[in-house]
């Protein structure tokens, strides 16, 4: 059972419709900003991990690894293909995190060190 909320169709758990059954652009916007929130969501938790790992590293030139680099990209590489998502943008896009999260844990780790 689906009911409106602001314009947008909604599931009754008060969740967007799945894309495959949106009608409108309300309900695809709906569901993009659901999506949102959670990627949002799920990068507070990833950069909670680059925390500590800024607190578990000892040495600061371990904050960077270019081999787990590789590695985080090959895994999200095969999860889009699995997922029939582009890999080049997915790629891209993991590019910038990664590198956004090293920075990110560069500073954390400097400010644990003072």
């Known amino acids: 059972m689906s009911t409106l909320f602001n314009g947008a169709a909604m599931q009754s758990n008060d969740q967007p419709l799945s894309a495959e059954n949106c009608s409108n652009m309300a309900g695809v916007r709906a569901g ?10 799920l ?8 925390d ?7 040495e600061r030139c371990a ?9 985080v990209l090959d895994n999200v590489i095969a999860a889009a293909q699995q997922h029939g998502v582009p890999t080049e943008i997915v790629a ?6 990664i590198e ?9 780790w400097d400010g644990l060190r003072g």
């Open 32 to 41: 993009v900003d659901a999506v949102d929130l959670a990627l949002v969501d």
């Open 43 to 50: 990068l507070a938790r990833r950069f909670a991990y680059m």
């Open 52 to 58: 500590a790992a800024a607190r578990i590293k000892t």
């Open 63 to 71: 904050v960077r690894d270019e081999a787990r680099k590789r590695q």
């Open 92 to 97: 891209q896009l993991w590019e910038q995190l």
């Open 100 to 108: 956004a999260s090293i920075a990110y844990e560069m500073n954390s």
